[in-house]
């Protein structure tokens, strides 16, 4: 998911709607805004679809008046899944002693269902299925007297990923959690204003300048007026944020933890055209996601790249559509082969990972139809053998193709000449790290690939699954 707060600025609504447009690629089924107006109070409006087929109507940006607004750009990872309930759309809105607040989540809470059986023991009303709304109700029942107290109080116990910006009648907080699993960055808008974003690309839309990221554990709380202070309301821990964001889930043009998002892709190419190399006459994207690390690879394998698949740039990512049925369906209506490129070619295909391996299969069929010679295909992350619970959508283990087979076997299993991952050191030198990943201590969560979970998920081993 994505999330954006401003304050401090006439028509804040219109500064989220921006923001939340340029991280669309962080969730595509919904997206909600949430304003506050000293005459009007506190007004929200949650749809499904697209921002700019929404938030851009001047009949509802009307309703969404004030200086201070937050917003958030929804894909379902925890709650219902699928067909997403209105109600599961986000902000969150609460009304208690001090006036109410409204939240914005992204991440996964991974004790959410031991702390919604306790709460609802205890009275609390629940709107919605989603697990961020746990944390409306622990601020609804703290005993700390202002809302920035009870939302500490509220997110010490709360275990897993959570960066969130939230909004009181005066203030705009946003708050990481204690390793910074997922981003969240500070922007200055003019001389007075604030804005929060999951990403530095959605500063750039509004014009904001890029300040600094919320530190893993930090608690910033911003006044109209523009006043910023900043707390630790938790135990230190080291930091460890996703490094599947790198890969893929930001957008390209972010800087993520200091560093061009783009480059680290590109370098992951560099780093896999010197860990597997292979002779071919091609190096081509799977796009967009496999384009930065396909471009890396062909500048050090000095492979000629091209645009061997083309994207439809009207489909939104595939994975994100939320059946296995659309999914597949997806595949075709998204990409095309360029045959006049490919006939007669040995292909290097450069994507970012394998999931399913529903994608790659459909893919190497469309290359071998339009008159391949080889297919090989270069992936940008290690195999993805374990399912994330912090926030990425991955499905349940046994879907994993890597959790049930060899990378030998799958190449085997998609049918094409060779198949490479990136070693979980060569993806820490792409990072930065040049000895690669320290096994001790890894300096990022990486457990879709390592298995080595940050934060036990404490619900999911309730209910069976194995570490
Ligand atoms: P597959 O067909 O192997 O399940 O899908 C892999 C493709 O889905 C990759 O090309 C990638 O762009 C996209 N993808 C990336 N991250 C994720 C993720 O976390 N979950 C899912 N399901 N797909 C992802
Ligand atoms: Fe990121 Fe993977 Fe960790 Fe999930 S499990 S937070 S996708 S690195
Ligand atoms: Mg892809």
């Known amino acids: 998911c994505g999330v954006f707060g401003v304050v401090g600025i006439a028509d804040a609504a219109n500064f989220v709607a921006l923001g939340l447009h340029a991280l669309q690629h962080r969730g595509q089924e919904a997206g909600g805004i949430v304003t506050y107006d000293a005459e009007e109070g506190f007004n929200s409006a949650r749809r499904f679809g697209y921002v700019r087929d929404n938030f ?7 309703t969404l008046p004030g200086s201070l607004s937050i917003g958030h750009v929804r894909y379902s990872t925890a709650g219902s899944k699928g067909n997403t309930a209105i109600r599961d759309v986000q902000p969150f809105f609460g009304e208690f002693s001090m006036g109410g607040a409204a939240i914005a989540h992204n991440g996964n809470i991974t004790n959410a269902d031991a702390l919604r059986r306790e709460l609802i023991e205890r009275g609390s009303i629940f709107q919605s299925s989603s697990d961020s709304e746990c944390i409306i109700h622990l601020m609804a029942r703290s005993l700390q007297k202002n809302i920035p107290e009870r939302m500490k109080d509220a997110l010490r116990r709360v275990e897993g990923a959570f960066s969130v910006v ?7 907080i946003g708050v990481r959690d204690p390793m910074g699993v997922r981003p969240l960055v500070l922007g200055k808008v003019g001389d007075h204003g604030w804005a929060l974003s999951s990403e530095t690309c959605a500063l750039d839309i509004i014009g904001a300048e890029f300040i600094r990221e919320i530190e893993p554990g930090e608690m910033v709380v911003i006044t109209e007026e523009g006043g910023l202070e900043s707390f630790h309301p938790f135990e230190r821990r080291p930091s460890r944020f996703c490094i599947f964001e790198h890969v893929y889930f930001s957008r390209p043009d972010s800087i993520q933890g200091g560093q061009s998002v783009y480059e680290t892709r590109r370098q992951i190419g560099v780093e896999l055209a010197k860990e597997s190399p292979v002779e071919a006459d091609l190096v081509c994207p799977v796009p967009d996601s496999g384009t930065p690390a396909a471009i890396g690879f062909s500048q050090e394998s000095g492979i000629p790249y091209a645009m061997g698949i083309i994207r439809n740039q009207y489909m939104g990512r595939t994975f994100i559509e939320p059946t296995e049925q659309i999914r597949n369906m997806g595949v075709r209506l998204k990409l095309n082969v360029n045959r006049a490129l490919i006939e007669g070619k040995r292909v290097i295909l450069v994507d970012d990972s394998v999931v399913r391996g529903t994608t790659s299969r459909k893919i190497k069929d469309m290359i071998l139809d339009a008159g391949a010679k080889e297919v090989h295909f270069r992936i940008a992350s290690p195999p993805t053998a374990w399912p994330c619970f912090y926030g990425v959508d991955t499905p349940e283990r046994e879907k994993l193709l890597a959790s049930q087979m060899t990378p030998e076997e799958m190449a085997g299993y998609l049918g094409v000449n060779s ?9 820490y030198r792409a990072v930065g790290e040049k000895n690669g990943r320290n096994p001790k201590a890894p300096s990022y969560c990486d457990a879709c690939f390592s298995g080595e979970y940050p934060v036990a998920p404490s619900d999911m081993i309730e209910k069976g699954f194995e570490l």
């Open 56 to 62: 851009t109507k001047a009949s509802l940006m009307e």
């Open 166 to 172: 939230a909004m009181t009648r005066t203030k705009l």
């Open 419 to 427: 198949l490479k991952f990136i070693s979980l050191d060569g993806l």
